[in-house]
């Protein structure tokens, strides 16, 4: 089955960094487009940063552009995001999402609590 796995998640300090991870199977990342996404208490579920399958280029939310990093590494078929700088307000569920037009993929999802 195709199935995307998080994990990484934890409880950071404000201004600290985590590195979050998603390992794909049942298919191979490099043929999808690939995207973070974050839903908080009580807030709608946003997109944090994406890889497009067209070309590899990647974008971020204007809320986390030049903190947050999101990267591939097809030899373990993982993507990974990369969060440094954090704030409170990052506290959020954060899920890895795959898909190729024909199918989507979920992961269940890690939670990162930002606090002091």
């Known amino acids: 089955q195709l199935q995307l796995v998080e994990s990484g998640g934890g409880l950071v300090q404000p201004g600290g960094s985590l590195r979050l991870s998603c390992a794909a199977s049942?298919?191979?990342?490099?043929?999808?487009?690939i995207a973070w996404f974050r839903q908080a208490p009580g807030k709608e579920r946003e997109v944090v940063a994406c890889?497009?399958?067209?070309?590899?280029?990647?974008f971020y939310g204007d809320f986390v552009r030049g903190r947050f990093t999101i990267s591939r590494d097809n030899a373990k078929n993982t993507v990974y995001l990369q969060m440094n700088s954090l704030k409170p307000e990052d506290t959020a569920v954060y899920y890895c999402n795959a898909h190729n037009g024909a199918n989507w993929v979920w992961g269940q999802g890690t939670q990162v609590t930002v606090s002091s």
């Open positions: 890889i497009a399958m067209s070309d590899g280029s990647m």
């Open positions: 049942g298919f191979t990342l490099e043929d999808y487009a």
